[in-house]
């Protein structure tokens, strides 16, 4: 808030966010070490390429954290405008892969606008909450404007094709539409469509279904589509209470696939046992109560508001990949925060915990 007096940035938000991304290098490199050897000819690759973009995203994360979250309001349409524009581009020129064509290649650097948006979007739903306060009490004028905001960029992210990132985002602007004061029987019936919009979205497309399918019973098509769940439950299981010991993975030895990256709790599991992606979970937990109470303490709504979406947007992306991984939720493509291999995810995630520690700065939280 500006002229507000600032007081230091909340140490456990900062504390657990560093211990995420310790955690997470080490196990980037624990997992990724054998294929990057294999593929790469050089097993600390992904391990490098991790730290580089950690530094870059600790960087951006103490820049924001510094840098008056108030302020931010006035860039909020037009980051959103700038958003949209690269998720169309994305979609004309963007590199494919896996069959999806997530990443813009800048020539000096290739990024997923996927994970820009989230938290342009977040952004703007606090800025346009906050700004229309008296309005969120009716459909019309208030729900409809900002879910039809939401479904356009849901639909740009599921042309790519990317249904895991859809739903964070759809969940995300929902949770904040829940904060803002949202009546309750609108919120009963964007749940219900929701409901029916994501069963749609699996049925039209023949992988999906398979999936859903294999979430069902992976173990009627073990070698297939039920493979990679059925894998993760073996790293998970293999693991006990104490883990087979840091390093010590047979799943990464090219049982599990993407197991630095979607997969990597299921690692995580193997080595770390219980205790270990139990530990995980508490930090995880313990970011949203802190994330939480600086929502509830900040004075302003925006900031509340804001301490609310980038709360959500990570811890809401946590549960749909830990979800996936323990075969609670069907298959789909989702990175763990600070925890999987990928810079895109990396730095936008600690873009979005800056803003967050600065508006923790300018709130009464104990």
């Known amino acids: 808030m500006q002229g507000a007096k600032r007081e230091s940035p909340d140490f456990v938000i900062f504390f657990v966010t560093l211990l995420l991304l310790t955690i997470g290098i080490v196990m980037v490199f624990s997992a990724s070490a054998v294929s990057a050897y294999l593929d790469r000819g050089d097993s600390f690759y992904y391990l490098k390429r991790q730290l580089r973009w950690a530094l870059i995203g600790i960087a951006v994360m103490i820049g924001f954290m510094n840098y008056n979250y108030y302020r931010i ?44 948006i989230k938290l ?6 606090a800025k346009s909450l906050s700004d229309h306060q008296e309005e969120i009490q ?16 849901c639909l740009l992210i599921l042309l790519q094709p990317d249904l895991g990132t859809a739903v964070s985002i759809a969940g995300t602007a929902y949770l904040m539409l829940i904060a803002a004061g949202a009546r309750v029987r609108h ?9 029916v919009l994501v069963f749609i979205a699996i049925l039209i497309e023949p992988y999906r279904l398979e999936r859903l399918i294999a979430f069902l019973n992976p173990w009627a098509d073990p070698t297939d589509s039920g493979f990679q769940i059925i894998q993760s ?24 696939p993407e197991r630095h990256t979607d997969f990597i709790y299921a690692i995580l599991g ?27 303490s900040v004075r302003d709504t925006f900031g509340s508001l804001l301490a609310v979406g980038i709360t959500s947007m990570i811890v809401f992306q946590m549960i749909i990949n830990v979800g996936v991984v323990t075969g609670s939720m069907p298959v789909t493509g989702i990175t763990l925060p600070l925890i999987s291999y990928g810079g895109s995810s990396l730095v936008f995630t600690l873009a979005g915990i800056g803003i967050l520690l600065n508006i923790s700065r300018f709130a009464s939280v104990k």
């Open 120 to 125: 342009l979007l977040v952004i703007f739903m």
């Open 270 to 296: 193997e080595e770390l046992g219980f205790l270990g992606a139990s530990f995980v979970l508490l930090l995880f937990a313990i970011f949203l109560w802190r994330g939480f109470k600086v929502a509830l």
């Open 187 to 195: 919120l009963v019936f964007l749940a219900m469509v929701g409901g």
């Open 138 to 153: 009716s459909f019309f004028k208030g729900i409809l404007p900002h879910i039809t905001i939401v479904g356009v960029i």
């Open 233 to 256: 439950l073996l790293a998970l299981g293999s693991g006990g209470l104490m883990g087979m010991g840091l390093g010590q993975s047979r799943q990464k030895f090219f049982y599990l």
């Open 73 to 116: 309001r006035r860039y909020a349409n037009l980051g959103l405008l700038f958003s949209l524009m690269l998720l169309v581009l994305v979609l004309l020129v963007g590199t494919v892969s896996h069959g999806s064509s997530r990443w813009l290649n800048l020539g000096f650097i290739s990024f997923q606008p996927s994970e820009l």
